[in-house]
């Protein structure tokens, strides 16, 4: 057998898509890879770029990302993602061939370099290629959510998007279990550009293999089909977390642990966890209507409001005044928690959640049972796997008003229903601990494509 190269022989350049959902699991698969002996650089646009400190085991590499003023105040993830893949792709190319040059020396010619790169970075495959080096494909999306959007575009093609609101309710062609509502696309259509970034996204790509996070005990048959039609290997090693120490943190924002002094002092599986994780925002009559609901449900609650969240508001202005006044004794509230520590804290009883994959993630692996209240994109499939596939949670669809909320509470933490709903997220949680110890499925993937990477 040939000698493994692993070691300070191989480096790994890892390209996160510089948004909160994306660095998180880029950067733990890092923390992964850096403990089986892989050195890790981490190459970073300007913008939202990760803090060096909270990695002191990696290197950062800050790139000159050329983004526009106007796109960045523009807020648009679609126009700042693909201009990045077009701003980054020369100086990305640049600090690879750098790399290169400096393993170049003498004794040093074995040294490999892998590039992994996130789905929506495509513009770091092409570099990657130039200079001959491999790469990894890093997919921060369920297996569900790729197959929702493969059908978009076959839809697309077939002329059948923008779709009429009289089949919203419709399951989608060869996906039973979605709605074409809740396909990751606005009712209204779609733009030449999303297109674009979903086309680059799922099939132009041709890397050595993809590693996805996201666990073969949830996504088992739908992992299967992808791998069928894969040309190159599928390393399924969810949830990512589980691989990464316990205490690593990349959070682009300050974490305020006084939550965790007050989930302290609550009792066990008494508190509803909201949180709606680093990019949605909702007006401010759905924030009151928010408010009331959990504050009438009589649980305790504890709720991230980050600013920016409620549109038009510093932060919690618009709190109505008799929520306010609950603050500090059943509510707390802060602006961003240290979400995986609150998820496996015990006097969690419920999350709810806007569905960003990470949260789901994150939730299920703790067996906390998810009220799924979705906004956009891929939030919007994971909501419905959770609380019509897998059976982990109840999705709010409606016009969201405060008895919605607080019957959702209820159901959840006092109802036959909800005991029910919170077994069956237990029993998850057992199965996912068999994923990721020795021999289990996810540990073995990581295994595998340690090997993968090491001749
Ligand atoms: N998160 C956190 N503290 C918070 C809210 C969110 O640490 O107060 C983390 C959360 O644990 C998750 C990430 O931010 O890892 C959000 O990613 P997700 O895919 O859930 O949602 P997105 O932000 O991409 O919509």
Redesign the pocket.
């Known amino acids: 057998m040939e000698k493994a190269r692993i070691g300070k022989h191989s480096t790994v350049v890892l390209f996160p898509c510089p ?4 660095i ?2 880029m950067l733990q698969l890092g923390s992964a890879l850096h403990s089986k002996g892989f050195s890790i650089t981490v190459v970073h646009t300007q913008f939202n770029s990760p803090n060096p400190s909270s990695h002191p085991e990696f290197n950062f590499q800050s790139l000159p990302d050329g983004l526009s003023q106007e796109v960045i105040s523009s807020g648009s993830l679609l126009d700042i993602i693909s201009e990045l893949n077009v701003t980054c792709k020369a100086p990305f190319q640049e600090c690879l061939e750098q790399m290169v040059k400096a393993r170049n020396v003498p004794n040093d010619d074995d040294k490999v370099i892998w590039v992994i790169y996130d789905e929506l970075m495509h513009f770091a495959e092409a570099a990657a290629n130039h200079l001959g080096l491999p790469t990894i494909l890093l997919r ?1 999306i369920s297996a569900a959510t790729f197959v929702s959007r493969s059908a978009i575009l076959q839809l697309e093609a077939q002329g059948l998007i923008p779709f009429q609101e009289s089949i919203s309710e419709e399951a989608v062609p060869n996906l039973p279990s979605l709605r074409f509502k809740d396909l990751p696309i606005s009712m209204h259509g779609v733009s030449e550009k999303f297109l674009n970034l979903m086309k680059e996204a799922c099939h132009s790509r041709k890397p050595s293999a993809v590693v996805w996070n996201t666990i073969e005990c949830l996504e088992q048959s739908l992992l299967a089909q992808l791998q069928k039609q894969s040309k190159v290997p599928i390393f399924p090693i969810g949830p990512i ?1 589980k691989f990464a120490p316990a205490a690593s ?3 682009l ?1 300050p ?2 642990t006084c939550c965790i002094s007050w989930l302290n002092k609550q009792p066990d599986k008494s508190v509803v966890y909201a ?6 925002s909702i007006d401010a009559k759905e924030f009151t209507e928010m408010a009331w609901g959990l504050a009438n449900s009589r649980h305790r609650f504890l709720w ?1 409001v ?1 600013p920016g969240f409620i549109l038009g508001s510093e932060w919690t202005e618009p709190l109505p005044k008799g929520v306010k006044e609950i603050v500090g004794e059943r509510c707390c509230i ?7 520590e ?2 496996g804290h015990a006097a969690v009883g419920v999350f709810l ?10 939730s299920i692996s703790e067996g906390v049972p998810m009220i799924c209240r979705p906004y956009f ?1 891929d ?1 919007k499939v994971t909501a419905r796997y959770i609380a019509h596939v897998w059976g982990l949670g109840l999705q709010l669809e409606n016009k969201l008003d405060r008895e919605e909320v607080a019957r959702a509470v209820r159901r959840i933490m006092e109802d036959e229903q909800g005991e029910q709903i919170r077994a069956r997220a237990e029993d998850m949680k057992g199965k996912i601990e068999l994923c990721v110890k020795k021999g289990g499925l996810s540990y073995n993937s990581m295994d595998n494509l340690v090997q993968f990477m090491s001749f």
């Open positions: 948004y909160q959902g994306h998180t699991p921060t977390h943190c990349s959070s924002l974490e305020d949180s709606f994780g680093s990019v949605a991230v980050r802060v602006k961003w928690a240290p979400q995986r609150v998820l959640t806007h569905c960003g994959w990470n949260s789901a993630l994150e994109g939030q």
